[in-house]
């Protein structure tokens, strides 16, 4: 799902990286050539503000690293406790409506009403075509010439809109309109956008608890019970465990003994009511239009019921006294009882395994993680029977694997960034200084998400991994930077706090164009903005708030852990030091 934006972000920094060595310099050098530098009094003012709060906070470090910990934590809490999603709600610009009659509604009046709703729909502005179709989206590819009794009864209404890229917010305003008109009809009409949860493509939405066992009817019996659990959870609706529709099963206990005494085996007795109940026979092949129809010619004459089973007789052949060939009658019922049974509209089996699944949706407005949660402790306290067992599945299952996965991917990238690092800074331990600028950009992401009120996705989640990768850029800038003061010759303190007044601008400016590209996103209302702003939010969020923090955290982890005074490492060429660089005109101004 994520492969073509992963290989986007890579493309597109490799570009980027080609022309900013080589575009870059050379429009510099010629664009920039007669410009001056300008004083900004104003914002000269603030990095002296900026200077005093972070000699504070260089005195106050426990504050200050107490104080990140614990919005990070506070932060990840709230987010949780919003639930998690695999991918976020988006209304889809096609609108779909369910229409039932009643019962003694007959196929004239459901057509003339359905007829009137149409005309009613099309009055509304801003649609384009109604479709409408009998029964549900279960007969759709029978539905114009189905005669099947009462399927007129289900109408489902198709609205196209006249503009593809409506938004939101407009096909919400159209859906109230189309209910405003339909209102004064008094029929029962249910209103919705087409597929507008996008889970349901990726493993299926809602509840879903797969029970295994051996037999049957026990098995039945503990879906049942599992039922009863879930819907002692409020939010769950429709539970069901598939059998809703079974039919009634008759079993024929016959006593063998009994039977064998009368000149009866098993099989005979199996045979013999097999071939009387299928009483359907093959006549003749006919070909209409081209089309070859068998035809069946069915013997309903004395035909076996669950009534007169036990009533059908075997003809069996004996011997008498005298050693001649008679033939005795025995009714069903002398070796035989019936009994009648709940069936099973479906036998399931995984690795050779029976099980029955318990399904659930999910009520408007609930989550079902936060649900699941509710749930997991009431079936834990269940006790199945021996032999069987029970497993989660749906949506949650793919939610939770999502989790997992892309755990594993933020924990690779971590490595391979503090690898990077590691050749940087020539060091093992000057990396963590950076690298604790992350769990700032996770607290300015889970704050926003909070603050939206946008649940966590795998679509914000790429936003956590795109920030990784993101956010390190100003803490390598700053502990750079200070190394080089500092062999310099300034102090540790003084190089901190010089650094982040030099370094200020360039770091404000680098986060504030990341977060306006990100804007489009976040206030659009297109499909595209409404999957991709949880990732739009979470970059821009985590950016603003680890951006402003790196100016003063990233210090206090430094002054903590980087005590000693930086390496010079030998690049091999005596006259590449010798380059001007920030630094060294800082120090030589200030000397």
């Known amino acids: 799902l994520m492969m073509p934006m992963c ?17 870059v310099p050379a429009a510099s050098s010629t664009i920039l050539r007669k410009t001056a530098p300008k004083k900004q009094v104003l914002f000269d003012k603030i990095q002296d503000v900026y200077g005093k709060i972070l000699d504070r906070c260089l005195e106050k470090k426990s504050i200050v690293i107490a104080t990140a910990l614990g919005l990070l934590v506070l932060t990840g809490w709230l987010v949780m406790r919003m639930g998690i999603v695999m991918l976020p709600d988006i209304t889809m610009n096609m609108i779909e409506a369910d229409i039932k009659y009643p019962e003694d509604y007959d196929r004239n009046t459901c057509y003339r009403l359905t007829d009137e709703a149409m005309d009613k729909i099309l009055t509304v502005e801003g649609i384009e075509s109604v479709g409408i179709m009998a029964g549900d989206d279960t007969s759709f590819f029978v539905a114009e010439a189905s005669n099947a009794e009462g399927v007129f009864r289900n109408m489902t209404v198709m609205v196209t809109l006249e503009n593809p890229d409506a938004g939101k917010s407009e096909i919400k305003g159209i859906m109230a309109d189309i209910e405003n008109v339909i209102s004064d009809m008094n029929i029962d009409f249910e209103i919705s ?16 608890i797969n029970v295994y066992g051996e037999d049957l009817q026990e098995l039945t019996m503990v879906s049942r019970e599992v039922m009863d659990i879930v819907g002692r959870v409020e939010g769950y609706t429709n539970i069901s465990n598939g059998e809703e529709d079974a039919d009634k099963v008759m079993h024929l206990m016959v006593d063998k ?5 009368l000149g009866l085996s098993v099989a005979q007795i199996y045979a013999e009511i097999a071939d009387k109940i299928d009483n359907e026979e093959s006549s003749v092949t006919m070909t209409v239009d081209g089309v070859e129809m068998d035809v069946k010619v069915v013997d309903n004459i004395d035909e076996l019921t669950k009534e007169n089973i036990l009533d059908y007789t075997f003809n069996v052949e004996a011997y008498d006294e005298d050693d001649d060939k008679i ?7 002398e070796f035989a009882d019936v009994e009648i049974k709940d069936g099973v509209a ?6 050779q395994k029976r099980y029955m699944t318990v399904t659930a949706d999910v009520s408007e407005g609930e989550n079902i993680t936060l649900l699941t949660r509710k749930l997991k402790p009431l079936l834990e306290e269940y006790k199945m029977p021996d032999g069987y067992s029970y ?3 749906g949506e949650y299952d793919s939610v939770v694997t999502m989790i997992k996965q892309m755990v594993l991917v933020m924990l690779l990238g971590l490595l391979f960034i503090y690898l990077v690092m590691v050749v940087q800074f020539q060091s093992l331990l000057s990396p963590f200084i950076v690298l604790f600028t992350i769990p700032l950009a996770f607290t300015g992401g889970f704050g926003i998400l909070w603050l939206t009120g946008e649940n966590m996705s795998v679509i914000s989640m790429m936003g956590f991994i795109v920030l990784m990768g993101t956010v390190v850029n100003n803490g390598i800038v700053y502990v750079d930077y200070t190394n080089q003061l500092r062999k310099g010759g300034l102090d540790r303190k003084t190089a901190l ?24 996103l976040i206030i659009g209302d297109d499909m595209g903005s409404q999957l991709g702003r949880g990732m739009a939010l979470v970059i821009a969020g985590g950016l603003a708030y680890a951006t402003l923090m790196t100016l003063f955290v990233i210090p206090v982890m430094y002054d903590i852990l980087f005590k000693k005074q930086p390496l010079d490492v030998d690049t091999g060429r005596e006259n590449l030091d010798d380059i001007p660089d920030d630094a060294a005109e800082y120090l030589l101004k200030n000397s």
Do not use: H, Q, W
């Open 257 to 261: 003994n009994k039977a064998m005494s």
């Open 7 to 23: 290989l986007t972000i890579i493309f597109c920094l490799m570009a980027s990286l080609f022309v900013a060595m080589t575009v």
């Open 193 to 208: 956008t087409a597929s507008s949860e996008m889970d349901a493509m990726l493993g299926g939405s809602g509840l879903s």
């Open 346 to 351: 479906v036998v399931n089996r995984l690795n």
């Open 391 to 393: 497993e989660l599945g």
């Open 497 to 520: 706090i010089a650094t982040g007044k030099t370094r200020m601008r360039p770091i404000l400016m680098t986060a504030l164009t990341t977060i306006l590209a990100e804007s489009n």
């Open 327 to 333: 033939t005795k009658e025995y009714s069903l019922s």
